[in-house]
């Protein structure tokens, strides 16, 4: 399920008609942004991942696999096959930028930095990806659909379909144009191509019904974050911005399920 819309290197604000605002900001998976792209997140006052809440645990554990074994999870996912694969090993030819980091660099930053106390203090956080039967029966409809016959048969041809999505993607992608560094552009652009194919790969393996589905409930669940972050307490001065990594991606899909309007669902802020 390939998107035709352009790599975006921009947040977007999508002001909730209850009050506040929701700004989608893209990262790439993996990759180290420049100064420049993580200013363009601005200022804001909660911080919301559309992942479940045991994400930062996974991202401690990486942590330390990583500090005793440097690109152990690199090198796992590159062994392993698969369109994952082709695009860490893609990633890990380009010399002009860091990629490859686990634990994702720019989420687990965001994370940190809501948690400071430096500053005006620790920022609330919120992982809207949810734990109920609502959510199992999607995720077990998604397994459904990824053994069908004709996934099994497509698997078959995975490099040409790989390189099928990767031609798309490098007509999407493009540098981005905060900053002087030439290299550096280049290779942003060129990480943002390979993570735009394995996405697009990723989501070809399910219906048009099932994206719609998981982004409409997330869309709905971040609404219900903004609540939170807002605490009913609303004006036109101080509405509460709730900043919202998105792979790059990803994000024009989750501001077409915004822009729908879905009814929010409530959603507390994670406690340490």
Known sequence: MAGSASLSWSPIDWDDPCGGTIRLWPFLPNVVLTDSLRRTAGDWDGLAFLLPDDEPEIWNDQFDQEKSSPGINRDSISSSGGTLARMMIGMSSIEAIQSCRFPDPEPRRLLMAAESQSGTGSRPVFFVEPEDE?????????????VRLRHLARSIFSGRVWKKYLREAIQNASPPTEGRDEAKAHGLAQASALAAA?????????????????DARLASRLRGALGTLSGGQIDDEGAPVLLVPVMQAWMPSIHSALVK???????????E
């Open 134 to 146: 609502e959510w199992t029966e999607w995720v077990e409809d998604c397994a459904d659909e990824m």
């Open 261 to 271: 309007t879905p009814l929010p669902e409530h959603v507390e802020e994670e406690v």
């Open 198 to 214: 394995w996405w697009y790969r990723s989501e070809s393996v399910l219906s048009e019904e099932l994206c719609s589905r998981r």
